[in-house]
């Protein structure tokens, strides 16, 4: 895992564990390791219980990380007090995911807009009205939406309306938790570049978190796979995507279909996983793919692997794949 | 629902007026003779000590009106801002709140009442506080149970993430969004604290004797209805259920009213 | 018989308001559905997709009104039967499967005591005969453990497990000549995906059925489906095999959305 020192967000063992009571605990996320620069889009890539969201809301203590550090400008803030994780929240921000949940109903745009403002900014009231304003007119949306309230708007202006919020405040870094994963596919496209536009106007690093691997090799720089709590590979896109190493990697792209005549035949055979997600309660310390996993051998059940280097950015946590890295054919072409 | 209102108001109208005018005085016996029956002179007749009925019955708004009105009042604020801090909190907090209220639930209401006021002596604040405490636990419990089924919705975090601190994202931004189902519970609770305040009035405990309350108004004239003389205890009677009648058909009004898909 | 089992002809209809106006969601809405084929009709939230499905079930909402057209299966207009006629098309003939598997399946059941249910309502026999058949059914749509799950309870059923109940319930319990599914894998995971459709692919080709799949994913289509019939705003704008809809795409709706789901490479 190289080691940025350009990194705007860095973590480091990130650990969530939930207690169920009797002593058993439920492992959300196990020891994730991340690093973004400015200006740089890294996705987390993951199905339901990879823990995804959990990292994202670990890493802005929406939720409190049971371990781990979390550096922003290289300051770690899981040991801020209140007052000045407050202040955190003017350079790291959040995309929620469902915009019908994500706006207080009782609020105008205006509202919503106008208090990240006064909050954070403590701007004078002149400012702030000219602030949103402009705020509006960044997101594609116009000053006739200020007075609406949400159930007023469609799905993709309140979305909009989500990502006004979230850069009201000029943060460095946006966590974008599955930002287009509730809005219609002809609304999506529109979404993702206001999304590629602002990141380039105001140079943010984004957090993408998505499922949709489709939406990810449009978006991201680079990519971490989850799977069960912890990363599985990570790499640019175009490595993970054009030669996935990790079996979960590889039987996640064989099994994602793609919207175009002819693919199917074309892609590399499905590589299948067998059986269902085995329990995050209490987990053996063994590969979280043991017991599904068509490469497993006896050494998988002995110790959890580590993410290895192979080269050029790409790590992969398979001690198979990592000492036989020439043999695994390509995956999704 | 606009009748719930319109009731309401007539109610609070001759409430405020009995303060500055009455065909008779309520609290004097002996205007009439005693068991008038209604006529041009006592509109409803008059009382068994001569007291006309009319009067008494306007000032007995005062009572009925005013002391559930303050009680609701006090119980809606005292128990919602107790029951968002548990709820939006949770923890040790939220548990020993709750057990407190559970011991105060298993009391049915009226019988509470009853026993408190007897304790602590008679007197309208007296009264009123302990319609409050009766009430408390209810509204509690509901707004406990709004706020924590809000408390891990998006906007609840994005609140955060905008600059609140929990206490404020718990009143500024989750208690509003359950207005709704409070102020519709606030008017349904009004009517059944109506009914205890003219419970305790007929039972003679809580306000001095000779206080027109419709409750105590009733007890009055109870040995009229064999009699005959049945207008002392009919309308006051009829007072009391158009009061709570008006508060529940007010709290579908109310629960309309602050929804803003309404708008 | 026609090649197709199913033809919905000019189907127009509205919803009633509750001040008793007529709103139209559906216009002259016409497809066929091939025999034997995995047609999908596809569209975005309030295309009325759903709407006509629901229509030829007889279970759309009670507020929606029919102006006009019929739905022809197997030649009778089903808008024409009445309700004892519509029960005995209904799982013996028509059946559905609906998006959320879970809040499909009743909660106070076990799973094998429902799909027994609805086998002893269509072949009478004994109820362990019933319960036989149901997790026969289980083991057919690759449930492992067959015995144990057909004695649990929905909620212990995962989402894709769920799913897979429901379908041994509408594919092989009810024995349909035409399936209906509504959304079947949105909300699962892409793994879990790709296993249900390739059991609904196998269960249409071992079962002969004709299989009728709502769905907005156009990956979906593209793996999986042979016809489509694309939708938009309550009007159908273009039929064609799957093969001409993705390669040679003629309305502008049908483009829009081509284009809007095949992201261009790196933005």
Redesign the interface.
């Known amino acids: 895992m190289s080691y940025d020192d350009s990194a705007v967000l860095r973590v480091r063992e990130l650990r969530k564990h939930f207690p169920m009571g009797g002593g058993r605990s439920l492992v959300a996320v196990d020891g994730v390791n991340l690093d973004i620069a400015a200006g740089e889009t890294l996705a987390l890539v993951g199905e339901s219980g990879s823990g995804k969201s959990t990292v994202a809301r670990c890493i802005v203590r929406l939720i409190e990380p049971t371990s781990g550090d979390v550096a922003i400008d290289g300051a770690p803030i899981l040991s801020l007090d209140p007052a000045a994780l407050s202040r955190v929240y003017r350079r790291i921000q959040m995309v929620f995911q469902d915009p019908n949940a994500s706006l207080n109903p009782r609020m105008t745009v205006r509202q919503v807009l106008d208090e990240p403002l006064r909050l954070h900014l403590k701007m004078p009231r002149q400012a702030r009205e000219a602030r949103v304003r402009s705020l509006v007119e960044m997101v594609n949306l116009t000053a006739a939406h200020l007075d609406r309230y949400p159930h007023e708007l469609s799905g993709g202006q309140r979305q909009r309306v989500g990502i006004a919020r979230a850069i009201a405040v000029s943060p460095e870094i946006v966590i974008l938790d599955e930002p287009t994963s509730s809005l219609d596919v002809s609304v999506r496209g529109q979404i993702l570049t206001l999304l590629m536009d602002l990141r380039r106007q105001l140079n943010l690093a984004y957090l993408f978190i998505s499922h949709d691997l489709q939406v990810v090799r449009h978006v991201a720089d680079r990519v971490a796979v989850m799977y069960l709590g912890g990363i599985v590979e990570t790499g640019p896109t175009s490595e993970v995507f054009g030669s996935p190493k990790h079996p979960y990697t590889r039987a996640l792209l064989s099994a994602a279909p793609v919207p175009q005549w002819g693919v199917a035949g074309a892609r590399a055979a499905r590589l299948r996983l067998v059986g269902e997600i085995s329990s995050p309660i209490d987990p053996p310390d063994a590969c979280r793919l043991a017991g599904r996993c068509p490469l497993q051998q006896t050494s998988c059940t002995q110790g959890k692997p580590q993410l290895t280097d192979l080269g050029g950015g790409h790590a992969v946590a398979c001690r198979i794949v990592a000492a036989a890295p020439v043999t695994s054919p390509s995956g999704h072409g | 629902m606009r009748i719930g209102i319109a009731l309401v108001c007539i109610y609070t109208g001759i409430a405020v007026l009995s303060f500055f005018w009455t065909p008779y005085d309520p609290l004097s016996p002996g205007v009439g003779d005693g068991y008038d029956p209604p006529s041009s002179t006592f509109l409803l007749g008059t009382d068994r000590l001569g007291s006309d009925m009319v009067s008494r019955l306007m000032a007995g708004a005062r009572y009925d009106l005013g002391i559930t009105v303050i009680a609701v009042s006090i119980a809606l604020s005292a128990g919602t801002t107790i029951g968002v801090i548990a709820g939006y909190f949770g923890g040790v907090l939220d548990t020993v709140v709750l057990r407190l209220v559970e011991v105060f639930q298993a009391f049915p209401g009226l019988l509470f009442a009853m026993l408190v006021v007897q304790a602590v002596g008679p007197g309208i604040v007296n009264v009123i506080l302990v319609l409050s405490f009766v009430g408390i636990p209810d509204y509690l419990r509901l707004a406990r149970a709004e706020i924590h089924a809000r408390r891990d919705?998006?906007?609840a975090?994005?609140?955060?993430?905008?600059?609140?601190?929990?206490w404020r994202v718990a009143f500024r931004?989750l208690l509003?969004?359950s207005a709704g189902p409070l102020l519709a519970f606030t008017s349904i609770n009004a009517a059944f604290v109506a009914l205890i305040t003219a419970s305790l009035g007929f039972l003679g405990l809580g306000l001095s004797p000779n206080t027109p309350e419709w409750g105590s108004m009733i007890a009055r004239g109870q040995d009229g209805v064999m009699t005959g003389q049945w207008w002392v205890s009919f309308f006051p009677g009829l007072a009391i259920l158009g009061l709570t009648g008006a508060f529940y058909l007010l709290g579908d009004a109310l629960s309309d009213l602050t929804d803003?898909?309404r708008? | 018989m026609s090649a197709d089992l199913l033809e919905v002809e000019n189907y127009s209809g509205s919803f009633r308001s509750k001040s008793g106006q007529l709103a139209p969601v559906l216009h002259q809405v016409s497809f066929r559905l091939r025999t034997h084929a995995i047609t999908a009709v596809v569209g975005e939230t309030g295309s009325g997709k759903s709407l006509v499905a629901l229509s030829t079930l007889g279970i759309q909402p009670p507020s929606f009104v029919r102006t006009s057209g019929r739905i022809l299966f197997r030649g009778i207009d089903l808008l024409t039967l009445d309700e004892p006629g519509l029960r005995a098309v209904r799982g013996g003939q028509i059946s559905m499967v609906f998006q959320d598997a879970r809040a499909a399946l009743n909660p106070v059941f076990t799973v094998g005591r429902q799909l027994a249910d609805v086998w002893q309502l269509r072949h009478r026999g004994s109820r362990s005969a019933a319960m036989r058949q149901a997790i026969e059914a289980l083991r057919r749509v690759s449930i492992p453990e067959p015995e144990r799950r057909a004695r649990q309870y929905p909620h212990a059923f995962s989402g894709g497990m769920a799913q897979r109940a429901m379908i041994a319930m509408a594919a092989l319990v009810c024995e349909p000549a035409l399936l209906i599914l509504d959304e079947p894998t949105t909300g699962l995971d892409v793994t879990i995906q790709a296993e249900i459709m390739d059991l609904i692919v196998d269960l249409t080709r071992t079962q002969g059925l004709t299989t009728w799949l709502i769905t907005h994913d156009l990956g979906v289509v593209a793996e999986y489906c042979e016809d489509v019939v694309v939708m938009n705003s309550g009007r159908v704008v273009e039929t064609g095999s799957s093969e001409a809809i993705f390669t040679t795409p003629r309305d502008v709706y049908t483009r829009r959305l081509l284009s809007a789901s095949q992201l261009a490479e790196p933005a």
Not at chain 2, 157 to 166: L, Q, S
């Open positions: 919705w998006q906007y975090e994005a609140a955060r993430m905008v600059g609140n601190r929990p931004h509003p969004n803003p898909r708008r």
